[in-house]
């Protein structure tokens, strides 16, 4: 069964870049079957979807972050990753990555784009 | 892209059903049948309740139940257990360059 676990510092400083890891376990990055994604929560805030990435390294990104949000997959440790540049207070949340299932035809990959496993979450707090 | 609109609260007596409205436009839940519901505890991992405006992952309950109608998506919880009690969110696939937008969420009070 597919089990997903972040991992990062906790506490980040304002204009510098935040990030963390996923590592899945009970299932490959290669496969075709997932994407890759990240989603948060600022403290009393509603869910906010961040981006994903498939094991190729096709990647969407919200919109609202595109400018400072980086993805990358690391198939020799199965792990996959997210760097968020130039953060303030507004990037506090409770980061969680997930994963969403796809389907590949003969020449195109598809992304259902809903989160079927999630990571327990790690809460990232920017404060100098 | 705005946010998808849900009601902040909602409240139940155990057995009754509610329904959870999620309204969003023509160019997210109008377009898309790519609409989901999670099930969130404070402090937990969000919990996948419907995909695919009606589908039931293998293991959720069928007294959860997803629809859609125009704009407007919605969760129905029939038979309300106290262990339902928990904030809820929709999603919806809002086309190549938005993607994926959530709803403000909901707080399900089992009174």
């Known amino acids: 069964q597919l089990q997903l676990q972040e991992s990062g510092p906790g506490l980040v400083k304002p204009s510098d870049t935040l990030s963390l890891s996923c590592t899945v376990s009970?299932?490959?990055?290669?496969?075709?079957?997932?994407?890759w994604g990240w989603i948060r929560q600022p403290p009393g805030k509603g869910l906010e979807w961040i981006g994903n990435i498939f094991y190729t390294g096709r990647t969407d990104y919200n919109p609202s972050l595109k400018s400072r949000v980086t993805m990358f997959v690391d198939t020799s440790k199965n792990l996959f990753s997210l760097r968020l540049s130039s953060v303030t207070a507004g990037d506090t949340a409770v980061y969680y990555c997930?994963?969403?299932?796809?389907?590949?035809?003969?020449?195109?990959?598809?992304?259902?784009?809903?989160?079927?496993?999630w990571g327990k979450g790690t809460t990232v707090t920017v404060s100098s | 892209q705005s946010a998808l609109t849900q009601p902040a609260s909602v409240s139940g007596s155990p057995g009754q059903s509610i329904t959870i409205s999620c309204t969003g436009t023509?160019?997210?839940?109008?377009?898309?049948?790519?609409v989901s519901w999670y099930q969130h505890y404070p402090g937990k991992a969000p919990k996948l309740m419907i995909y695919e405006v009606t589908q039931r992952p293998s293991g959720v309950s069928n007294r959860f139940s997803g629809s859609k109608s125009g704009n407007t998506a919605s969760l129905t919880i029939s038979g309300l257990q106290a262990e339902d009690e928990a904030d809820y969110y929709c999603?919806?696939?809002?086309?190549?360059?938005?993607?994926?937008?959530f709803g403000g969420g909901t707080r399900l009070t089992v009174l």
């Open positions: 009970g299932g490959s990055l290669n496969s075709t079957s997932y994407y």
């Open positions: 999603c919806s696939y809002a086309g190549y360059n938005t993607f994926v937008i």
């Open positions: 023509s160019s997210d839940i109008g377009s898309y049948n790519q």
């Open positions: 997930a994963t969403s299932p796809g389907y590949c035809s003969r020449t195109t990959c598809y992304n259902l784009y809903y989160m079927d496993v």
